[in-house]
């Protein structure tokens, strides 16, 4: 599977190692640019989504609207940054368009800055 940038997946995300990572089976956000993800690279950063609602809580989370195999509206975990294996992407749910992939970016850069 071909994953690019701005995408939201589905993903194994078990086993975690402790009580304070993100695990099962959810939507992640595929940070990581293209160049990787489009060669033969083993593992893709992602920002793993939880349908567990906080409001007004940038820059640690973003809010996506259900859309298309997105089922439910959720936020994206900013501050949980994770690479996983390309073998525990399941199947494409959406992408976001460019105005929330920007959004992401903004946040992700203060919360690492």
Do not use: C
Not at 9 to 27: M, Q, S, T
Not at 65 to 86: H, T, W
Request: cysteine-free; overall charge neutral.
């Amino acid at each position: 599977m071909m994953v690019s940038k701005g995408e939201i997946w589905l993903a194994n995300l078990n086993p975690i190692k402790k009580n304070n990572e993100v695990g099962k089976i959810r939507p992640v956000y595929i940070l990581q640019t293209n160049e990787l993800n489009h060669s033969s690279y083993p593992t893709t950063i992602v920002l793993p989504l939880t349908t567990i609602l906080i409001d007004d809580a940038e820059p640690l989370r973003m809010r996506v609207i259900k859309r298309e195999n997105l089922e439910k509206d959720s936020d994206i975990l900013i501050a949980q940054v994770r690479a996983i294996d390309n073998s525990r992407f399941v199947k494409k749910l959406s992408i976001l368009n460019k105005e929330e992939m920007n959004s992401v970016k903004r946040l992700f850069d203060e919360v690492i800055e």
